[in-house]
């Protein structure tokens, strides 16, 4: 193939608009995947010396302009399919005006395009178990763990990479990150674990990160999975900053908390820090089919990453942004917002609640966010392009706006249940019990009409025990939030 | 401003859900509302369906007299009766929206039918139209003995119960 032929934007990802800092951006992101000291597939080093070329071009301003002059003036904008479908809806095309506060739902759906979830190639794993071992998780769910452990390495396709870290107040790896682990040793090395010692977290995170690191690149699923039963003392700040450099190399981070006594607000934060989401397990008997559930689910990565860089319009702020599929949960959003990972059967969907408190008065329009949404597919040669950004609102008076589409009326009615539950938590930590059992109890009431029995009896008994103990119970609250949050799967029930 | 018509909380405009008490707040098109089909929700009367692996046949079907459409039902030995409505998570087991349900005034839980020893009951659950056995209005609430032929109205929706039971 030589860029005579092809398109040099194409080659790079890039509209025929791109900015000189975008040229620059998409070559180093191509580099980094391309590199002979990278690449694997024959023909990659010569696709590389390809985008070399074209970035040598492309960067100069005269012969850019020389370039496009060969360049037929009819051609389209988008010479290329990009292999993502990305579409953003809004609740409502106007808002009035004034200066009262306005609320806009934004439903971000990012789905693998059809031709390539045909073809469906998803990158191999790069993946690191992080098991805790402190005293806490002797017996039967050190047991469990073991077992599970060694059944993902059995899973494990030839090119995947693992590895295994244990961690108390120290950590240790157990198996170093390598393809094709052996079977048999490394059944002996899980075996010797042993449980001792605290819960220091950010030891094996580091750890892990560290033995992720090592094959790191874009041509695979980079992740850390955690599995804990406990609370960290004192190093959670630590763990957050480790996250999101993980996170801005592209490794992912889950957490699988056992049992009732770990701290998932915390476990939460950690995970949405890199677009990964946490698991409740309540017993050990589920540590098994968890664990297997998240290894298919980062095998079905068809993009590794998904992630937005947009910049809020003054005034306007999000409150909130959720991920309703594939993993629903709550995302922490902030100048780079991690979506984490687009299945190639199943598509992304983020709800973003945006927050109008601008003065509109004498404006005919109003732009809320700007930017773009980034990602990462390592199954493509060429970089993907960006997915420019722009959201904006009519202002108008006297505009009846049409009912929301469907799609987020659906999403937010599910999500209002795990608000209220959010709600309930909030109440309980201020001290008003009445209110969060008031909060719990319209809650259950949604359920029942849902038929979502179970979980409805388990959150009016919470409700008794609030009334009762002044607090949540550590698993009840546990199995609320999981619960409510579950239902916005689509197709997912809790019993 | 929204001003939640259920909980009285206040909501910036733009609010689709009622973050207190989780009442949806905007009406979508086609039901702006209209005096006769507002109704108190009684959500927590709303019951559940049973499953009974041994009602797998059709035991009751429902002969809609205005289309003329007969609506067999087996498997649930106790289904609610209603119309889906996006205004509220409610779900009847048996939706009755493309039968003209919300011109005839059924409520979205409606009434439910059960199927208990071989008696077949009929139960209004405080609808706002109403249910009818053979032109007689039944109290909300309380069960009502169904027989073969029977006709039993949604607010104004005929309906012929036609029983198989062996």
Known sequence: MSPKKSNLYALLGLFRSATPEEVRRAYLKSAKKLHPDKNQAPGETELFLDVQQAYQVLVDPQRRAAYDATLPADEVEQVFRSPLDCKIELSRPSIHGGKDKQLVYALATIATSADHARTAKTPPLNICLVLDCSTSMQG???????????????????????????????????????????????????????????????????????????????????????????????????????????????????????????????????????????????????????????????????????????????????????????????????EVTRFGPVLYDEPLRVLLELSIESDRTNLRSLDLLTGYIESTVASVLTPVPNFPVKLSVMVDDNAVPPPPPPAIMQALSKLTLYRMQEKARVAVESGDYEKATKHLQQLATHLLSQGEKGLAKTILLEAQHIEQQKTFSESGQKQIKYGTRSLLMPGNRVS | MIVCSNCKNQEPSGAIFCSECGMQLVQLEGQKTQQIYKETEELHTAPMGGLNPTATSTWISLHLLDGGQIIPVSERTEFTLGRLSENQPIMPDLDLTTYQAFNHGVSRLHAVIRLVNGQVTVMDLGSANGTYLNGVRLIANAESPLRHGDILALGKLKIQIILNLM
């Open chain 1, 140 to 334: 039967p769910k050190m047991e469990m763990a073991k077992a599970s452990a060694l059944q993902l390495i059995q899973r494990l396709a030839p090119e995947d990479i693992f590895s295994l870290v244990r961690f108390s107040d120290r950590a240790e790896v157990a198996i170093p990150a390598s393809r094709q682990i052996n079977v048999r040793r490394s059944e002996m090395q899980i075996q010797t674990l042993t449980t001792g010692g605290g819960t220091e977290i950010f030891q094996g995170l580091k750890t892990a990160i560290d033995e992720v690191q090592r094959y790191n690149s874009p041509n695979y699923v980079n992740h850390v999975i955690l599995l804990t039963d406990g609370r960290t003392y004192g190093d959670e700040q630590q763990c957050y900053e480790i996250a999101k450099i993980a996170a801005s190399e592209g490794i992912g981070i889950s957490g699988l908390g056992l049992g009732s006594s770990w701290n998932d607000v915390f476990l939460d934060h950690l995970t949405n820090i890199s677009g990964g989401s946490s698991m409740f397990i309540q017993q050990p008997d589920d540590i098994e089919r968890l664990l297997n559930e998240k290894f298919t689910y980062l095998s079905r990565a068809f993009a590794q990453s998904v992630d937005l860089y947009v910049e809020p319009a003054p005034g306007v702020s999000v409150e909130y942004a959720f991920r309703i599929q594939p993993e629903s949960g709550v995302l922490s959003f902030g």
